[in-house]
C-alpha cells in the first residue's frame, strides 16, 4: 500500500514536470511544415491556431496508436483515410504495436509519411495510466493568451469621421483554455479587430466572442457541446463548418476525414454554429443532433432583404457596424452514422431559418442563388475503406434543388504507387450555407469535374506527384458571362537526400474561360492560361539553424510576376530564445497574377500572404521563454514598394509606399 | 457543325498521322513508346524485338462517336532467333477522305538488354475531288533496358520528311521524335511516360498507368498535355488472346473509342 504511493507520488513528480510542455513546440518546424503543405490559396485571412493547436497537444501528449479510436486518428488530420484505416487493420492482425517504428510495416504508410506522424503518437502504458495523471493534478490546467497587433501607419479609414472607421487601430485577441480532466475542458476567445471599438454601447468589450463548454465520454454522450461548435460530415457537401483544404498536390487532401462535432476555439468569424449539440453512441450507430442560434453580419437591399452575407468579422466602418448581427439564423438537425464491419453510412438533415429573405438579385448569374427565408437540407454520405482502397461520396440535395454529388477513390496499388480519383456533380441551384467540397471554384455550386492524381514513391528520397482536373461550369459565373470549362494539369517532385536537405519543384497549368477585359459592348469569354512554377529548398545550416528559400515564377496570359525569399530559423533544442527571420523580394503586375506564401508569425497567428506589387518584404519572429510556464513572443514586419505613393485602397489604404506591423503576445499556463 | 470542323482538321496542311496502335496504346495516351509486344509495330518499332511467337493482331478505332470517321488496322509478327519481321496495313478516313498505309518492320535484339528496329512504309491518300497520291517513308527507332523495372526508348516517325504532292493533292505526313520511358514500379504496376516533338507542331507529354487488378483483367488511365485529353481503357487476357478496350476524350470535341485483338500462335 505504501509502496503505491511512493510509485503514485513518483509519478506525479514525473507528469507535473511534463505536463507544461504545451509551451516548447511553438515555432515548431514539423507543424510549420505540415500547415505550409496544405498549400492553400485564398483571399481570406484564416486562423489556422485550432488546427495547429490540435497538433500541438498531441505533440506534449502523443496518442497512443494502441487505443486510439477512428476519430481521435482523425484529429491528426493530415493521415488520409486509407492510412487510418491500415493502422488500425494492422493491429487487428498483427496485435498491438510494441514500438512506434513499427509504423514502417503498415501497408500505405510510406516513409514520410511515418516521420511526418512519430512526434505525435507513443506506443504508450495503458489507459490507466491517463486516469492517474489527471486525477493527482492541482484542479485543472489553465491556458491564457494575449496578443497585441497593430499596423504602424494610419490607414485612410481612421481619417475619416464619417464614413471611416469608428475605433483605434490595435488589434487584440484573448485566448483562454481551459482543462479540468479528461472529460470536461472549455475556452474563451475574444478578438477586437483594427478599426473597432473597444468601449460602445453593447454587451461585453470586445466586438468577437467565442466561447464553449466541453464534455467528453460521458456515459453514452460521447461529446456534449454547449456554446460554439463546427459541425463536420462526409464530404463536407450537406454539412461542414470550420476549415477544410481543396485541391493541392497532396492526394490526402481529395477525402475528407470528417471528425463530426467539434468544439469551436478560432477567431475565424463566420464558421461556426452556436448553441448547444452532442454526440450519442448506442451500439453501432453515432447519433449527434444539433440546435443553433446565431447572428450573422448581411447587406441588406432597399425593403429589408439579405443580398449577402459577410464573414469577415469587420465591424469598424458605420456600415459595417449597421449590418452586424443584422440577421438572425436558427438552424437545428441531427446527423445519424452507421457502422457495419468497414462500411460506414451517414444521414444528415437538418433545416434553416433565417429571420429575413434573401434576394441575391436580378443578374443572370445569381438566378440559382439561394432565395426565401427557409432551407431544408439532406445528404447521405458513406466511406468504404476496400481492400488497398478507400471509396468514398455523398449525395445531398436541399429543398427544390437538383441532386449533388461527390464521389471517389483512394487506391494503393503498389506500396510505392497510389492513385486517386474523384468525380463531383453540384447543380448551380444547391444551396448550402455551410459547405466545403472539394472543387475549382470556393464554394463548389455550379460544377462538374473530374480529378485524378497519382503519387509515386519509389524510395525515401524522392516523390513525384502528378494531378489533372477537368471541370465545367453548367451555368454562368461571376464574371463569366456564359457557361464555361477548363482543366488543369500541376506536378511536383520532391527530393530528400537526408534528414537536413530537401528541395521540392512544383509546376502548374490551368486553363481558365473568363469575361474578355475591355471596353466592348458586348464581352466575349476567353480562355486564360495561368501558370505557377515554384522551387523550394530546405536545408540545415547547423544542428540549429535552419534555412528555407522559395523561387516562384507566374504567369498569367502574357503577365510575369515572381517572388524570391529566403528564411531563416534559429530554435536551439535548451535556449530560451529562438526567432526566425524572412526577407523577400517580389514583382507582381496585378490581382491576376498575384502569388501566396506561408507567413512564418507568433504562435497560433501564422497565415498565408498574397503578394501584390512591385517591393520587398522583411519581417522577424522571435520567442523568449521566461519559465515553461511564461512565454513572449514579438514579430516585426515591414514591406516597402517600389514605385507607389499609396498601398492599398478604399477605407485600408496608407500614404507612402512602406506598410510595417509589430505584434506582441504573451503566453501564461498554470 | 462537328463535321464541318472534323472536316477542317483532317484538311489542314497536315496529313493525319493515325496509327494503328492497338487500344492497350490508346488506354495508355499513346505513351508506349518504351512498350514492347506486337502493337508496338505501329508505335516504336523496336518493340518487336522481344516477341518470342508469331502473333496476329487487327484493330478498329471511331473517332469522335457519331462520326464516320474510322481506322482499321492489320498486323503480324515473325521472330525469327533474334530477330522479328513485321507486317502490316491500315486504312484511315471515310467517304470522301481515305488513306491507307502498308509497313514492313524489321526489328533486332540485342542481349535482351538493346532493341532497334527500321520500317519501311508506303502511304496512299485519297481525298474526293483532289485526287489521289502516293509516297513511302521510313522511321527508326531503339529501346534499352537500363535496369529490371526501367526501360527508356527513342523514336523518329517519318525519318525521311515525306510528303504527298501530286497535281491538286498537297499534305505533309508528320515527322515525330519521341523519347520514353516505361517504368515497372510493382509486378502489378507500370507507369510510362512520353515526350513527342512534331515538326511544326506543339511539344507533347503523354502518362499512363496500367494496373493488373487481376491476372485476366488490366486497368489503364492516361493523360496528354496539348492537346489535353484523357484516357481510360481495360485489357483481357486469357489463353492466348488479348482483348483491349479504351475510350479517349477531348473536352469539345468528345469520345474517341478503339477495340483491338491480339493472339499469339
Known amino acids: 500500500m505504501i509502496f503505491k504511493r511512493i510509485v503514485a507520488a513518483i509519478l506525479v513528480l514525473l507528469i507535473s514536470s511534463t505536463v507544461n510542455t504545451y509551451a516548447q513546440s511553438d515555432l515548431d518546424p514539423e507543424i510549420n511544415q505540415i500547415i505550409e503543405s496544405l498549400d492553400r490559396n485564398s483571399d481570406v485571412e484564416l486562423d489556422y491556431s485550432e488546427l495547429i493547436d490540435r497538433l500541438m497537444v498531441y505533440k506534449s501528449h502523443p496518442l497512443n496508436l494502441n487505443s486510439a479510436s477512428v476519430d481521435e486518428l482523425k484529429n491528426l488530420w493530415f493521415l488520409t483515410p486509407l492510412q487510418i484505416n491500415s493502422i488500425r487493420s494492422h493491429i487487428q492482425e498483427n496485435g498491438p504495436f510494441l514500438d512506434a517504428l513499427e509504423l514502417q510495416a503498415v501497408p500505405n504508410l510510406d516513409i514520410q509519411s511515418v516521420k511526418l506522424l512519430l512526434p505525435f503518437v507513443s506506443v504508450g502504458s495503458p489507459k490507466p495510466f491517463n486516469d492517474l495523471n489527471f486525477k493527482k493534478l492541482v484542479l485543472g490546467h489553465h491556458d491564457f493568451l494575449i496578443r497585441y497587433e497593430q499596423l504602424l501607419q494610419k490607414q485612410v479609414g481612421y481619417s475619416d469621421s464619417e464614413s471611416g472607421f469608428t475605433g483605434t487601430p490595435q488589434h487584440i485577441v484573448v485566448r483562454y483554455r481551459y482543462q479540468y480532466n479528461q472529460h470536461l475542458s472549455g475556452a474563451l476567445n475574444l478578438e477586437k479587430d483594427p478599426g473597432e471599438t473597444l468601449f460602445r454601447n453593447r454587451v461585453g468589450l470586445f466586438d468577437f466572442g467565442s466561447g464553449h463548454l466541453f464534455l467528453k465520454d460521458y456515459g453514452i454522450f460521447k461529446k456534449i457541446v454547449i456554446g460554439d461548435y463546427d459541425l463536420q460530415f462526409g464530404q463536407g457537401l450537406t454539412l461542414w463548418s470550420g476549415l477544410a483544404f481543396g485541391k493541392s498536390a497532396l492526394l490526402t487532401s481529395i477525402a475528407k476525414s470528417a471528425v463530426g462535432l467539434k468544439p469551436y476555439s478560432s ?12 454526440t450519442l453512441v448506442w451500439k453501432n450507430f453515432q447519433i449527434t443532433p444539433f440546435y443553433s442560434n446565431r447572428k450573422l453580419d448581411a447587406s441588406l437591399s432597399a425593403n429589408g432583404e439579405v443580398t449577402s452575407i459577410s464573414t469577415s468579422g469587420l465591424h469598424r466602418t458605420p456600415t459595417e457596424l449597421s449590418n452586424r448581427r443584422n440577421l ?16 460506414t453510412l451517414g444521414i444528415t438533415s437538418y433545416y434553416t431559418q433565417f429571420s429575413r429573405r434573401f434576394d441575391p438579385g436580378l443578374d443572370p448569374y445569381n438566378q440559382f442563388d439561394f432565395q426565401g427565408q427557409q432551407l431544408t437540407s439532406i445528404g447521405l454520405n458513406y466511406q468504404y475503406p476496400f481492400r488497398n482502397s478507400y471509396i468514398f461520396g455523398e449525395f445531398a440535395k436541399g429543398s427544390g434543388d437538383d441532386l449533388a454529388s461527390v464521389n471517389g477513390i483512394i487506391s494503393s496499388l503498389s506500396p510505392k504507387l497510389s492513385v486517386a480519383l474523384l468525380y463531383r456533380a453540384i447543380p448551380a441551384n444547391y444551396s448550402s450555407f455551410y459547405n466545403s467540397v472539394f472543387a475549382e471554384s470556393s464554394t463548389g455550386v455550379n460544377e462538374r469535374g473530374f480529378y485524378s492524381g497519382i503519387s509515386l514513391k519509389p524510395n525515401s528520397k524522392w516523390e513525384w506527384s502528378v494531378y489533372t482536373d477537368v471541370f465545367q461550369f453548367p451555368w454562368l459565373k461571376y464574371g463569366v458571362d456564359a457557361p464555361s470549362r477548363g482543366h488543369e494539369l500541376a506536378v511536383k517532385l520532391n527530393y530528400k537526400p537526408s534528414k537536413h536537405v530537401e528541395l521540392i519543384g512544383q509546376y502548374r497549368i490551368k486553363y481558365k474561360e473568363e469575361n474578355e477585359t475591355g471596353e466592348n459592348t458586348f464581352n466575349d469569354v476567353i480562355e486564360t492560361k495561368h501558370q505557377r512554377f515554384r522551387l523550394d529548398l530546405a536545408y540545415d545550416i547547423t544542428k540549429d539553424i535552419r534555412a528555407r528559400n522559395r523561387y516562384e515564377l507566374v504567369k498569367y496570359q502574357t503577365e510575369n510576376a515572381h517572388l524570391v525569399y529566403q528564411d531563416i530559423s534559429y530554435q536551439p533544442l535548451q535556449s530560451r530564445f529562438s526567432g526566425n527571420v524572412r526577407f523577400a523580394v517580389f514583382n507582381i503586375p496585378s490581382y491576376d497574377s498575384r502569388i501566396y506564401a506561408f507567413q512564418n508569425d507568433v504562435l497560433f497567428s501564422n497565415s498565408i500572404l498574397a503578394y501584390q506589387n512591385q517591393g520587398m518584404q522583411f519581417y522577424v519572429n522571435a520567442r523568449y521563454r521566461f519559465t515553461r510556464a511564461l512565454n513572449l513572443w514579438l514579430h516585426y514586419e515591414i514591406q516597402s514598394y517600389a514605385n507607389r505613393e499609396s498601398i492599398g485602397s478604399g477605407t485600408t489604404q496608407i500614404a507612402g509606399n512602406k506598410r510595417s506591423e509589430v505584434k506582441l503576445q504573451l503566453r501564461y499556463q498554470f | 457543325m462537328r463535321l464541318i470542323l472534323l472536316l477542317v482538321v483532317l484538311f489542314s496542311y497536315q496529313a493525319n498521322s493515325q496509327t494503328a496502335q492497338g487500344a492497350r496504346s490508346l488506354g495508355l495516351a499513346n505513351s508506349t513508346v518504351a512498350a514492347q509486344g506486337i502493337w508496338s509495330l505501329n508505335d ?16 478498329y478505332q471511331k473517332f469522335l462517336i457519331g462520326q464516320p470517321v474510322a481506322m482499321n488496322g492489320m498486323l503480324l509478327a515473325i521472330p525469327y532467333k533474334n530477330q522479328v519481321f513485321g507486317l502490316t496495313f491500315s486504312t484511315y478516313g471515310f467517304e470522301v477522305y481515305r488513306s491507307q498505309k502498308m509497313g514492313l518492320a524489321y526489328a533486332r535484339n540485342f542481349g535482351a538488354k538493346l532493341f532497334t528496329a527500321l520500317t519501311f512504309y508506303y502511304h496512299s491518300l485519297a481525298i474526293s475531288q483532289y485526287g489521289n497520291s502516293g509516297t513511302y517513308s521510313v522511321d527508326a527507332g531503339f529501346q534499352y533496358q537500363l535496369n529490371p523495372t526501367v526501360r527508356i526508348a527513342s523514336h523518329i516517325g517519318n525519318l525521311s520528311n515525306s510528303t504527298f504532292q501530286k497535281d491538286n493533292l498537297f499534305a505533309n505526313l508528320p515527322l515525330k521524335i519521341q523519347f520514353g520511358a516505361l517504368y515497372q514500379t510493382s509486378e502489378l504496376v507500370s507507369l510510362s511516360m512520353m515526350l513527342e516533338e512534331t515538326l511544326a507542331k506543339n511539344a507533347q507529354l503523354n502518362l499512363g498507368l496500367e494496373y493488373h487488378i487481376a491476372p485476366i483483367l488490366a486497368l489503364r488511365g492516361g493523360v496528354s498535355s496539348s492537346p489535353f485529353r484523357q484516357y481510360a481503357g481495360f485489357g483481357l487476357a486469357k489463353a492466348d488472346f488479348k482483348l483491349d478496350l479504351a475510350l479517349a476524350s477531348q473536352q469539345v470535341l468528345g469520345y474517341t473509342s ?8
Open chain 2, 44 to 59: 516504336n518499332q523496336a518493340g518487336l524485338a522481344n516477341i518470342k511467337r508469331i502473333s496476329l493482331a487487327l484493330d
Open chain 1, 267 to 278: 477567431l475565424n468569424e463566420g464558421l461556426f454554429f452556436r448553441g448547444i449539440a452532442s
Open chain 2, 258 to 265: 478503339q477495340i483491338s485483338l491480339a493472339y499469339d500462335f
Open chain 1, 328 to 343: 438572425n439564423q436558427v438552424m437545428f438537425g441531427a446527423a445519424i452514422q452507421y457502422s457495419m464491419k468497414s462500411l
